[in-house]
């Protein structure tokens, strides 16, 4: 599986952005979906993650009831709508895909996009 996310940007405090991750090839719907990011001087964290149907979906407590992700299997992209963001949220956002099930550690993704920068002044 090769990611590609797209869709960082600058937005100001309060303002919201929606990342895309385009996968390759024909078993994208097999994988559980995550985003990550790793911010300047910072070990990449978790962010949230999504089941092969999208039906279930689990997220960080720093982004809870802010960000969404969600997945389109007939387009193989997955989303992460960020809304209300903060100049904490300023990272590199990186999309991920585990053939397992859903978890928080980066060593259990197998294949990772090339990640996108996200910026939000304080």
């Known amino acids: 599986v090769q990611l590609q996310a797209s869709g960082g940007g600058l937005v100001q405090t309060g303002g919201s952005l929606r990342l895309s991750c385009a996968a390759s090839g024909r078993t994208f719907s097999r994988y559980v979906m995550g985003w990550f990011r790793q911010a300047p001087g910072k070990e990449r964290e978790f962010v949230a993650a999504i089941n092969w149907s999208g039906g279930s979906t689990y997220y960080a407590d720093s982004v809870k009831g802010r960000f969404t992700i969600s997945r389109d299997n007939a387009a193989n992209t997955v989303y992460l709508q960020m809304n209300s963001l903060k100049p904490e949220d300023t990272a590199v956002y990186y999309c991920?895909?585990?053939?397992?099930?859903?978890?928080?550690?980066?060593?259990?993704?197998?294949?990772w996009g090339q990640g996108t920068l996200v910026t939000v002044p304080a």
């Open positions: 991920a895909a585990n053939p397992g099930g859903i978890t928080t550690w980066p060593w259990d993704y197998d294949y």
